[in-house]
């Protein structure tokens, strides 16, 4: 008897011209039917793509009737512009948001009023009470500017004790770390459900950038295998479907609550996995 598929959720990045736009539509319309939990919408350094992230959520939201979450950033930002993105997220009916610190911008001094993630879910709480479910970060691999292990398993749980209702990863191809985090979190007094971020691959150049910049491991014999394909497009798409989909179904098998795909904006490498992991409605 087939088992009924966990809560999954969808993140999209905000567009910026009528193209992107375009592919987005598209890329909602192929995903919606597989009816996720709520989608996430992310933001550039320090907000810096704000107006287009509150446009993309008020679509997503009133015309998709999706329970879009906005990513919100404390870097660069005083209490009082973050207070009035609250309350216009919160009379557009969003009710579920991404708390993150984000990264401040080259050239910007600043770093705002709240320094720290834990900082702002916490603000949050204060500005409007339980309205919003709060998802925040979390690194199974450690997070790139963390002292060590224990400092940014610390990090997390203040966020938590600040009064976030779970937590998505950065995405990883290791389940096992995910599962000792978990453990390593848990035994701190973290309750919350940590929903593992899963990213499709579909371009081994582009992942390798990402990569190195978030700190994600990808391990030696993924990069090894995905190399030999050299540019055979279909070749890689078929086995790092098979990989990914692996990787899901390990994560499920365990107890992972739900699965977070980062999708890029695209469809085709999410609903692959998706389809190869068996969640055909």
Request: charged share 25%.
């Amino acid at each position: 008897m087939t088992q009924p598929m966990p809560p999954i959720s969808f993140e999209f990045f905000p567009p910026k011209t009528d193209e992107q736009r375009a592919t987005l539509e598209k890329t909602v319309a192929a995903l919606q039917p597989r009816r996720p939990q709520y989608v996430s919408m992310t933001f550039g350094a320090g907000g810096s793509t704000l107006s287009y992230t509150l446009e993309a959520v008020r679509e997503l939201h009133l015309r998709h009737g999706l329970d879009a979450a906005p990513h919100l950033s404390c870097m660069g930002g005083s209490r009082a512009e973050i207070r009035e993105l609250i309350e216009t997220y919160r009379a557009l009916g969003v009710k579920r948001i991404v708390a993150l610190r984000g990264d401040l911008p080259s050239g910007m001094a600043s770093f705002g009023d709240l320094r720290y993630a834990s900082d702002l879910v916490e603000f949050i709480r204060t500005e409007s009470g339980d309205h919003f479910h709060i998802e925040v970060a979390c690194y199974p691999e450690v997070h790139p500017q963390a002292a060590d292990a224990q400092a940014d398993l610390i990090h997390f749980k203040r966020k938590i004790d600040a009064g976030a209702n779970g937590a998505i990863t950065q995405y990883f191809y290791n389940p096992d770390g995910y599962f000792r985090f978990v453990e390593a979190a848990q035994r701190l007094g973290v309750d919350a459900p940590i929903v593992p971020g899963i990213m499709p691959i579909s371009n081994f150049s582009q992942l390798r950038r990402f990569s190195e910049l978030c700190g994600a491991e990808i391990p030696r014999w993924l990069a090894k295998r995905l190399a030999s394909y050299g540019d055979d497009v279909e070749a890689i798409r078929d086995f790092s479907t098979d990989v990914v989909a692996q990787l899901c179904r390990t994560l499920l098998e365990r107890g992972a609550p739900g699965l977070h795909f980062y999708t890029l904006n695209r469809a085709r490498p999410t609903l692959s996995v998706l389809d190869r992991l068996g969640a055909i409605d």
